[in-house]
């Protein structure tokens, strides 16, 4: 089956505008998670969705945001562009009950 | 909070074993991962263990969790050239939602040839 689909796969954007990156799960599995990894900070945990919901929340500003549609697809969003939003930007989904996470191969997010 | 360290860097000879080691400060952690990370993509989940469990063995890749000291370390076994990559201990607990787990710094594992 299909895994874990990020796109697109590299973006530059400018300091102050806004970018949103997409995340396709595995065929049935609800749950999605985000993560942010930086060569400072290692990987850091943005937020969790299932079905719909935010179910988690890790320490980052406002300006990060997130949604899941009905078809289990997340999208995060991030405003207000700083040079420290540079990163690659991870997705990772699970099935219900599976210990495991799938990670996709991430977004690599340059800001300048 | 919870708080996952590694050391950043080690390097083995091909054919050598391994060990990567880690340390975390949750106590409550229910499961522990090792993940890959190869330069330009995701994270592969390697191997995992319970907390209630104190050795993994996978092939290669051997997995002991001490947890009263909060250590865990990952042995790789007669470790080759594409071997080389990084790699993140990750714990996680059953208190800060279901699916949040706190990653390592990570460790990069160089394979001299």
């Known amino acids: 089956k299909a895994g874990v689909t990020q796109t697109p796969r590299y973006l530059i954007k400018t300091r102050g505008q806004q970018v949103t990156l997409s995340c396709s799960p595995i065929s049935g599995h609800r749950s999605v998670s985000w993560y942010q990894q930086t060569p400072g900070q290692g990987l850091q945990f943005l937020f969790e969705y299932f079905s719909e919901t935010q179910r988690n929340k890790g320490n980052f500003p406002g300006r990060f945001s997130g949604r899941q549609f009905s078809n289990s697809r997340s999208e995060m969003n991030v405003s207000t562009l700083e040079l420290g939003d540079s990163a690659l930007y991870l997705c990772?989904?699970?099935?219900?009950?599976?210990?495991?996470?799938?990670f996709g191969q991430g977004t690599r997010l340059t800001v300048v | 909070g919870e708080d996952v360290e590694q050391s950043l860097f080690l390097s083995v000879r091909e054919g050598d074993s391994s060990v990567i080691n880690c340390t975390y400060t949750d106590s409550s952690s229910t499961y522990l991962y090792w993940y890959k990370q190869e330069p330009g993509a995701g994270l592969q989940l390697l191997t995992y263990i319970f907390s209630n469990m104190d050795m993994k063995q996978d092939q290669r890749l051997t997995v002991l969790l001490n947890k009263k000291d909060k250590h865990l370390s990952l042995r790789i076994a007669d470790t080759q050239t594409g071997d080389s990559a990084i790699y993140f201990c990750?714990?996680?607990?059953?208190?800060?939602?279901?699916?949040?787990?706190?990653f390592g710094t990570g460790t990069k594992l160089q394979v001299i040839p």
């Open positions: 990750a714990e996680r607990g059953p208190s800060g939602g279901y699916q949040k787990v706190t």
């Open positions: 990772a989904s699970r099935g219900t009950g599976d210990t495991e996470a799938f």
